[in-house]
């Protein structure tokens, strides 16, 4: 997480990391964390850009001042206001909008995006405790301290909880019928491979700060956030790049193929092998790379997209995935509005062609998916940025999860291995 801090402080680590972790986001702490390089940035907001849904057209709020227009361009034009990075997100129907596709009706004054300006951020990785700051003069570090052994010292130990119990809003049937819906669009020539998602609902029994500690634990996501936003909390434990850039190198790592993993590694050999060689994903797959790469082209340099990595297979704690890696370089001059609505919604959680995938699910979900399949993560001043893409995301109001799950449909999708599909993708809540 390279956010360029004016200044960096040595703490002392924590000695106790649950409660650490507990006291510091019920103080108020925004939480991204990177499973894979075992990375903590616990970063406290100022000033933050909202955007809602008015039922005509979205209408930001900053610092007191309604503004209207373009949200990703409202957020272009004030990033160099402020010498701090943002953390925050952005909606699916949001990002449907700003590219000009089919999105689902949204009631009034549904909260479209929430960007956070840090004042202060705890980066934590091993045993070192870094504070970060972007002020003009730096923090006082025993003041910190001070503070910081408070929340350490605030919380007791978790007791232990029931599994979570999730519903989907839709039955098998519904499902199947859903599946079959998009298999004759293909056939008659509509579409290609369409992302079908289904939102589960649950109700919880300990606090969001547990659950989102305990959960990111055990999945270790490359891509993990808990976020309170101004209407929700966001449990994010994503394992794709939506979108990275750092000065003109772009990267996208499109995920398409899913398989259970068990912990056996005989069993696990055989299925990852089936996984590498099963016609259905590799079809999937590949198309939604090649529409991947058709985003990036459309902002990139000619001649500059470049398969990194193709199809490799990555395994997480209940399942593997198959993920290939895009890189572009960006052209000379290209605003974040501009990239951002070449790339968004992303196009492992729509389909190809992106328009008529877009206009199908508006009409066959259940549900807007809000904040689920958006965009979630950090952008700094001059345009860097590191945007997840929220899957395996569950939104939080009061004690009731809502948390999306899908999966591509192509001409070759069995409907009783899609609907299966769905429930392998909650196993990191139900246990």
């Known amino acids: 997480m390279n956010l360029s801090p004016r200044h960096c402080t040595r703490l002392d680590s924590p000695a106790n990391e649950e409660a650490f972790l507990c006291g510091c986001l019920r103080a108020g702490a925004q939480w991204l964390h990177s499973g894979d390089t075992g990375e903590h940035l616990l970063a406290w907001t100022g000033s933050r850009l909202a955007s809602y849904w008015n039922g005509h057209t979205w209408v930001s709020q900053w610092e007191g001042a309604l503004l209207h227009g373009s949200p990703w361009s409202i957020l272009e034009s004030l990033l160099p206001t402020v010498a701090s990075p943002w953390i925050g997100a952005a ?6 909008d700003e590219a000009g596709l089919p999105r689902k009706a949204l009631p009034l004054g549904q909260l479209g995006q929430s960007w956070g300006c840090v004042t202060e951020a705890l ?3 091993e045993d070192r405790l870094d504070l970060l700051s972007w002020g003009r003069t730096p923090p006082d570090p025993t003041a910190w301290a001070s503070r910081l052994r408070a929340c350490e010292g605030g919380f007791p130990s978790s007791r232990a909880c029931a ?10 049937e519904t499902h199947h019928l859903a599946v079959r819906a998009i298999q004759e669009r293909i056939l ?7 992302n079908l998602c289904v939102p589960f609902h649950g109700d919880l029994s300990e606090a969001t700060e547990r659950l989102g500690i305990k959960v990111l634990g055990r999945a270790r996501p490359p891509f993990g956030a808990l976020l309170h936003l101004e209407t929700a909390d966001l449990l994010c434990l994503s394992m794709e790049r939506l979108l990275s850039r750092h000065g003109n190198q772009l990267r996208s ?5 899913s398989a259970p993993l068990t912990g056996n590694p005989q069993v696990d050999q055989s299925t990852a092998q089936a996984l590498a060689a099963d016609p259905k994903e590799i079809a999937e797959h590949t198309m939604i790379l090649d529409l991947v790469r058709n985003d990036l082209g459309r902002v990139a340099l000619p001649g500059s997209v470049q398969v990194s990595q193709r199809m490799a297979l990555e395994p997480f704690p ?7 890696t895009v890189e572009a370089q960006a052209r000379p001059g290209l605003g974040l509005a501009e990239l951002l609505r070449a790339v968004l919604p992303g196009g492992s959680v729509t389909g ?3 328009a008529a995938v877009c206009g199908h699910l508006a009409k066959a979900e259940a549900a807007p998916r809000g904040f689920y399949c958006g965009a979630l993560g950090w952008i700094t001043p001059n345009g860097d940025l590191d945007l997840a893409l929220p899957i395996r995301t569950g939104q939080i109001h009061g004690n009731r999860l809502t948390y999306w799950t899908g999966g591509g449909i192509t001409r070759l999708s069995d409907p009783d291995r899609e609907w299966q599909e769905l429930f392998l993708k909650t196993r990191i809540l139900t246990g």
């Open 352 to 354: 190809a062609p992106k």
């Open 123 to 125: 980066h934590w990785h």
């Open 253 to 257: 790592q499109p995920i398409k193929g």
């Open 318 to 324: 209940t399942v593997m995935h198959l993920v290939s």
């Open 163 to 172: 599994p979570m119990s999730l519903h989907p809003e839709w039955t098998q």
């Open 188 to 194: 008659d020539g509509g579409f290609y491979v369409a």
């Open 91 to 96: 909606s699916f129907e949001l990002a449907c």
